[in-house]
């Protein structure tokens, strides 16, 4: 089953997932550029555009039957680029660079966390196959974080009296991202399969809700997905105790 695996990651180039690989770089590359220019809501727009990029690729790369080992290793350094650096530096400038050296070791600390968790998916990825992701992803740590600059932005919350919670978020982000939680793959929850019909239909609530207060709506369902990870941990563990409980002694 592993040998199987790696021929089917083909040495090849292709111009179509890697395309949109290349969109999700240039969208954290341009979340960089608009921090330093004090643009803080459009950079965080551009980390969730990069987002949809990213989730795209490996669809597409997937669905079109060009898969690469080219392709995965270039998605990892664009996913470090958009969702490792680029958040950290939206961060430190919009809410952490008054707290001083705390505030930039909290986004280096967030930096170096993705990285890891980057690293550790690679490499257990073929080896532990599973409908569970090890660790929170590294674009919904970075979708957090651009939610909440977005919708602090959007009612005007005054962030700047209570910057130790944002602290305390990417360093909880951070832990996350390298811990043993479990979160939900959604692998089984693919574009070009059938769906079931309140499936089709839920989804299209979320989409109107999304489209009708987009800046609330993106950060419940950027919190709802990162505080799921320990519910779903803690759900998973007390059914294996339950099932190892009516096992016969």
């Known amino acids: 089953m592993k040998e199987e695996r790696k021929q089917r990651l083909k040495k090849g ?18 979340c960089i550029v608009s921090a330093l220019d004090g643009r803080f809501e459009f950079a ?5 555009i990069a987002v ?6 490996g669809k597409i790369a997937r669905a079109t039957n060009t898969t690469s080992q080219f392709g995965i290793e270039y998605d990892s350094l664009a996913d470090l680029v958009s969702f490792g650096l680029a958040p950290s530096l939206l961060m430190y400038l919009w809410i952490l660079k008054p707290m001083g050296r705390i505030g930039w070791l909290a986004a280096f600390l967030f930096t170096i966390c993705g990285a890891l968790r980057l690293a550790r998916f690679n490499t257990m990825a073929e080896e532990t196959p599973s409908n569970h992701f090890l ?5 919904a740590a970075a979708g957090m974080n651009a939610t909440a600059v977005m919708f602090c932005s959007k009612f005007n919350v005054p962030v700047s009296e209570f910057p130790v919670v944002f602290l305390l978020g990417m360093y909880a982000l951070s832990f996350l991202m390298v811990s043993s939680v479990k979160y939900e ?11 079931k019909f309140n499936v089709l239909v839920s989804a299209i609530l979320v989409f109107i809700f999304i489209a009708q207060k987009p800046h609330l709506a993106l950060f419940i369902i950027s919190l709802c997905y ?3 990870g320990p519910i779903l941990t803690l759900v998973l563990a007390r059914r294996a105790r339950h099932e190892d409980a009516l096992k016969p002694q």
């Not at 111009?15 to 590359?29: E, V």
């Not at 949809?52 to 690729?57: G, H, I, K, T």
């Not at 660790?135 to 674009?139: R, V």
């Open 185 to 195: 793959s959604f692998k089984k929850a693919e574009l070009f399969k059938k769906m």
């Open 135 to 139: 660790g929170l992803p590294i674009p």
């Open 52 to 57: 949809v990029f990213d989730s795209l690729d």
């Open 44 to 48: 965080a727009m551009s980390i969730l």
């Open 13 to 30: 180039i292709y111009l179509l997932p890697n395309a949109f690989t290349s969109m999700n770089l240039f969208f954290g590359f341009l």
């Open 226 to 228: 990162v505080v799921s």
